[in-house]
Structure formats: C-alpha cells, structure tokens
C-alpha cells in the first residue's frame, strides 16, 4: 500500500506537469527554525576532514533555488532528518516529506493542489470517504477553512488578536489556569493553548485547513497585505494529526535575512546551535523570484491515514526504535 500511495502522488504531479527534482541530503547551511535541530554530520574528504555539514530537515532551500532558475512547478519526494525530537507515535527521526512549490501562485492554490492530491491517491487506493481509528473522515473537496483566529475564537474562546505578545497571551493563558515559565516563548504559550483547547477538534469529519498563522509565527511566510499582524501560513489537519505545513512564500530578500537573523538570535537564547545564513539562498530572492507557493507534506503520515493506523512505525520497514534498539 506505501507504494502504491507513493506511485500515486507521483501520478498526481506529472499529470499536473510539475517537474521532479531531486536536491542534497548534506548541506553546508541547514534551515534556522528555532524548533528545528538538524542531525550534525562531517564530510570526510582526502584533502580535508572533517568539514562540519548537516543532513536536511528539509530541502525548501535547495529547491527554491530551482525555482529562482526558472522553472515553474517542482516537486520532490526524498528523506528528511531532525534531531531533537522524541520518538513517538506520529516521529521518527528519519521520515518521508513530500514538498511542492509553484510560481505566480499564492497558499490558496497550495490548497487546491493537496484537496486533489488526497483525492486522487483516496481514490486509487479506496474511496474519498475513508475509516481512520473508527471515525469517517469525506477527503472530497473543498475541505474546511479555518482561520487561526476563528479558530482560537470557536474552540478556546480567545480573541487572538488581542494576544499577538507575549505579555498579553501570557497574562489570558495564566486566568485559564496554565503554567508560563519565565523562559516560554511566545510560541511556547500559543501552543498550550493550540495543542490544549484546538488541535483535537480539527480535522474530524473532513481535513480542516488552518489558515493566517500569526506572523512571527511564519518565518519564510509572505505577511497578509490587509492585515500585517498574520501571515499567509497554513497547515492541513486530518484524523488528529497534522499531514502539511505551507506558504505564500516570503520573497523579498532583505525581510527574508531580517527574519532569519531573528531565528538565528532566538537559536542562541534557547541554547541551541546557531547557523550561518544560507547566502545562496538570499542571492536566489534576490535574483527576481517571482511569487511563489509551496509546501511539506510528511509522506509517512499520508500511508498511516490510509491505512487506519495511529502508529508511524507500522508504515516504515526500519523505524529507529527497532534500528537502534530503543
């Protein structure tokens, strides 16, 4: 079944004539998301050792470079690593990702792309209307449209625009009883609140498009031009769990390195590694990137809805638990 869904979204994106490209698992410049952390990794050549070189948590860079080349609809189906995060149900460090991006095009039209991306595997492989853990989820488009601050407004009874510092989310997260730490971030707060009292509700009967994150939430994300305080950000919900994250990419260059230095110094207050700015990438914006959509999409999560199963170990052949004995 894995690789008849993998066939499938293949199918899906040659019909849709968007080209495959194929980018580096190592890079010298790995993505500077403070919640990110790449697996370290050196390049051992005869003439010098020990070149300090990542593995991808993802190959947006590389392939936003492709873009700036001049072609127009790319996508790629390749591994990705992150380091940092515990091995669990829905995680392991090494996975499958899905990524897609198109010129003059804009997040709305990513959504368009994976309702009939999950329509076209649904119906090679079953039906739309699919069994996941004993519920029926309608892959049928359109699916459900959610604003966060519709959503922070139905299900937890916030008014986020009120709460866009972390001053003020701290003081309304602390009157309905949570725990903030002197160190939580504005990003640790929203997400008690996120993972808490919205996260369960979404995607139950059909997969829930949760739309205009905040924008210092939204780091490589076009900000909306009627409203700068969100950004043109969203992730796709199904079964309870979270299948893609996706932009209107950001593509003025100085803003972009703006942004990246402010990851790169909340990476240093969080303790963790720091990472110069991947200058390529500045220089492919700068070069007249046009308007531009894309998204990651985790492959592994796509099989596991399919196959009705909570648990990502029982769609890979060598999970790290069993590779490493864990």
Same mark, same amino acid.
């Given at each position: 079944?894995?690789?008849?869904?993998?066939?499938?979204?293949?199918?899906?994106?040659?019909?849709? @004539?968007?080209?495959?490209?194929?980018?580096?698992?190592?890079?010298?410049?790995?993505?500077?998301?403070?919640?990110?952390?790449?697996?370290? +990794?050196?390049?051992?050549?005869?003439?010098?050792?020990?070149?300090?070189?990542?593995?991808?948590?993802?190959?947006?860079?590389?392939?936003?470079?492709?873009?700036?080349?001049?072609?127009?609809?790319?996508?790629?189906?390749?591994?990705?690593?992150?380091?940092?995060?515990?091995?669990?149900?829905?995680?392991?460090?090494?996975?499958?990702?899905?990524?897609?991006?198109?010129?003059?095009?804009?997040? #709305?039209?990513?959504?368009?792309?994976?309702?009939?991306?999950?329509?076209? +595997?649904?119906?090679?492989?079953?039906?739309? /209307?699919? #069994?996941?853990? @004993?519920?029926?989820?309608?892959?049928?488009?359109?699916?459900?449209?959610?604003?966060?601050?519709?959503?922070?407004?139905?299900?937890?009874?916030?008014?986020?625009?009120? +709460?866009?510092?972390?001053?003020?989310?701290?003081?309304?997260?602390?009157?309905?009883?949570?725990?903030?730490?002197?160190?939580?971030?504005?990003?640790?707060?929203?997400?008690?609140?996120?993972?808490?009292?919205?996260?369960?509700?979404? @995607?139950?009967? /059909?997969?829930?498009?949760?739309? &205009?994150?905040?924008?210092?939430?939204?780091?490589?994300?076009?900000? /909306?031009?009627?409203?700068?305080?969100?950004?043109?950000?969203?992730?796709?919900?199904?079964?309870?769990?979270?299948?893609?994250?996706?932009?209107?990419?950001?593509?003025?260059?100085?803003?972009?390195?703006?942004?990246?230095?402010? &990851?790169?110094?909340?990476?240093? /207050?969080?303790?963790?590694?720091?990472?110069?700015?991947?200058?390529?990438?500045? &220089?492919?914006?700068?070069?007249?990137?046009?308007?531009?959509?894309?998204?990651?999409? @985790?492959?592994?999560?796509? +099989?596991?809805?399919?196959?009705?199963?909570?648990?990502?170990?029982?769609?890979?052949?060598?999970?790290?638990?069993?590779?490493?004995?864990?």
């Amino acid at each position: 079944m894995r690789a008849k869904i993998i066939a499938l979204i293949r199918d899906f994106f040659y019909k849709e @004539g968007f080209l495959e490209v194929e980018t580096p698992s190592m890079v010298a410049f790995p993505g500077m998301e403070p919640y990110l952390d790449p697996m370290k +990794v050196s390049l051992n050549l005869l003439e010098e050792k020990n070149i300090p070189a990542s593995l991808i948590t993802s190959p947006e860079y590389a392939m936003k470079k492709i873009l700036a080349g001049g072609f127009s609809k790319i996508f790629q189906i390749c591994k990705s690593f992150r380091a940092g995060e515990a091995i669990d149900s829905l995680h392991n460090p090494e996975f499958t990702i899905l990524e897609w991006y198109r010129t003059h095009a804009d997040y #709305k039209d990513i959504m368009n792309d994976f309702e009939g991306l999950m329509a076209h +595997v649904a119906r090679g492989v079953t039906d739309l /209307k699919i #069994k996941y853990q @004993g519920s029926e989820i309608d892959l049928a488009p359109p699916w459900e449209r959610l604003t966060m601050r519709e959503a922070f407004q139905k299900y937890a009874k916030m008014n986020l625009d009120e +709460v866009l510092d972390r001053e003020s989310i701290e003081r309304v997260v602390k009157e309905k009883g949570y725990e903030v730490y002197p160190n939580d971030s504005f990003d640790d707060i929203f997400f008690k609140i996120f993972l808490s009292e919205i996260e369960p509700h979404l @995607g139950k009967n /059909k997969p829930t498009i949760l739309m &205009d994150w905040p924008r210092q939430m939204a780091a490589l994300s076009k900000v /909306k031009a009627d409203d700068p305080r969100y950004a043109e950000r969203f992730e796709v919900y199904a079964g309870g769990m979270e299948l893609g994250n996706a932009f209107t990419e950001l593509i003025d260059p100085d803003e972009q390195r703006e942004r990246l230095q402010k &990851d790169k110094e909340s990476r240093k /207050k969080m303790g963790k590694d720091i990472y110069e700015i991947d200058e390529d990438f500045i &220089d492919a914006l700068r070069s007249g990137f046009p308007p531009a959509g894309g998204i990651a999409v @985790g492959v592994d999560r796509i +099989v596991m809805l399919f196959l009705d199963t909570k648990n990502i170990e029982d769609v890979l052949f060598f999970p790290a638990r069993q590779i490493f004995n864990l």
